[in-house]
């Protein structure tokens, strides 16, 4: 927000004056408090590194034959006829106010602002000002630049011993770029008045609001953003960010073509070193490979010993995979039931436990043909581990072979960045040889064992044919109780929903009963409350509460009393009736769920149970 104009005259031309203190005039209290001291503005004591208003740095003198504050000129002010009167408000600067009236000695202070015989004490103090004028701007011999330096302030450097830069005055820098006067304090121009070739503002209310100074105008001209200075030291700044950029750039570029020649040095040194330890690692695989045959061999040799065996065991497991299957069959078809009556009864007990009887033993036949000699054990375990490691190394040493047989000229090399990982099902190289060394151990041991177990093969078969011919019995008598108890309480529902439709049809029929009645009970009410009616037509003192009135009151209250009551047990008898409907609904649905149960267990079950083999298929012969 502009400021208003100061209620002066000017600069007085009687301040800031570099005399004598003695020779300097009284001056009086506007003038002591609002213009400082020239003489003690540069001995004052300042703190170091504090910038330092109206004097120049730490090691250049400052000079002061230099007025700083401007000078007026009384001589070069316009003249004035005496007979032109003020025309009133704060007179411009221009105008040919004297200094008297404002700030010079012997004035009176009261008088300030407008004054209607001001040109009357111009007049009387004109020669006395241009006597004092031409006292102050009278040179005194005393007084000297020399000296003056001598007398002035400095600020202490941080380091005294270290030798002061010389002021070279020679060297130029360039226009652009931050100047030694740049820290100097700005000179200051002339104001700007409220009248002049700059101010372009418009005034809004008159003609003297501009002369008057009440409203000052202010346009886009009147108000400077940056300094010289200030555009010269951003210059500086975009200068050296743009040479910290070059400098940052060349050190990257140094940085990357020696990061080039080491990363070329470490790769070539890594394919040579991974090469060696891939045809090391492809010798290991090939070793094993051939001990992993000659195991197969030797097992192979064992197969036309047990032949016989071998063909029982595998009719065995034929009879075995056929009782499970009606097992689990039978579990299947009781999961077909609904709702209620899928529980697990006794039948189901049963048939799981058939069922895990059935698992055990098919397990035991397992470990009877992995242990039995030669043939079973080695087709069945030990041939299969070590044809299924020999493939695992046949493998294994292929992809070795074309890992060591590539090189930086090949045609089939690809980025695959998802191989580059340690997978959670990596061997150690340690776990590897002994997963290859016991597996051609356990080998050669089955093959010993075989003899051994050969005896013990009858007495297996009979007693797995015992326990499953017993379980078989255990099923078939829980199902036949459990059809006659689902038999029974089906026809129990049956029962039940004949007579839950019998009484479905009485509530129908008292339902229907009870809406006749509440239908005859409205011209009952239609007639009390017609009457009522009319007796409310009665003029005047006519229109008396006689006992004919209450009477007719207590007769459509009484009639209200019993349509509320039909009306609960007629609520009560539909209510009964939902509740019938829902009860009829759960019977129908529980006697259709009986009946499938009843198809599931008398007709599939029975019919799967009853291809259950003999005893002489469960042994094997």
Known sequence: MAEYPPRSCGPCPHIAHFGSKGDAPERDWLSTNTVPKPQLEYKTEHKLNERQLATTGTYLNPDLTINPVPEVKLDKLPKMDETEGYKGGIPPCTMNIEPPV??????????????????????????????????????????????????????????????????????????????????????????????????????????????????????????????????????????????????????????????????????????????????????????????????????????????????????????????????????????????????????????????????????LFTRTLKDVEHQLNESKNAKARLEYDWSDKLDAHKLDSINMALNTRSTILMFKPGAVCFPEEQSTPEYWEHFTRETVIAGEATRQRSEMLRNTVNNVILNAARDLRSQADKVEEALTKRIACTREILNRMENDLKNVLRRIADIEMLINELMNGLRSLDIPVKKAQTRLDNRLKRPRVENCRDAVHFGLMEECKTLGESVAAVTAQLNQAKDSLAKLVKVRQDLEREIMIKRKTLEIDCERTNRFRSFYPSVAALTGR
């Open 102 to 363: 404002c700030c010079l000695p012997g004035a009176d202070p009261k008088q300030r602002g407008f004054i209607p015989d001001g040109f009357q004490i111009c007049k009387e103090k004109r020669e006395k000002a241009k006597q004092l004028k031409d006292h102050l701007t009278k040179k005194d011999p005393c007084i000297t630049p020399e000296k003056m330096h001598r007398e002035v302030g400095k600020t202490i450097p941080e380091k005294p011993q270290e030798e002061r830069p010389l002021r070279r005055e020679d060297t130029a820098l360039p226009c652009y770029m931050p100047q030694p006067q740049d820290a100097l304090p700005i000179k200051l121009e002339k104001h700007m008045e409220p009248v002049g070739p700059w101010a372009t503002g418009r005034v809004d209310w008159g003609p003297l609001s501009g002369l008057t100074g009440i409203r000052p105008i202010v346009d886009k001209y009147s108000i400077q953003r940056y300094s010289e200075g200030e555009w010269r030291e951003h210059n500086k700044q975009e200068l050296e960010a743009a040479a910290r950029e070059m400098h940052r750039a060349n050190l990257i570029n140094w940085n990357g073509q020696q990061c080039l020649q080491q990363v070329f040095a470490d790769a070539d040194k890594n394919q040579g070193d991974n090469t060696k330890r891939l045809e090391q690692r492809e010798l290991e695989i090939h070793r094993w490979k051939c001990e992993a045959e000659r195991a197969i061999g030797a097992a192979t040799e064992e197969l036309c010993f047990l032949e016989e065996q071998r063909h029982r065991l595998r009719d065995t497991f034929s009879v075995l995979n056929l009782l499970g299957f009606i097992a689990g069959e039978c579990l299947d078809r009781r999961t077909s039931r609904i709702d209620s009556d899928v529980v697990r009864d006794v039948v189901e007990d049963a048939l799981i436990r058939e069922l895990t009887l059935i698992k055990e033993v098919k397990e």
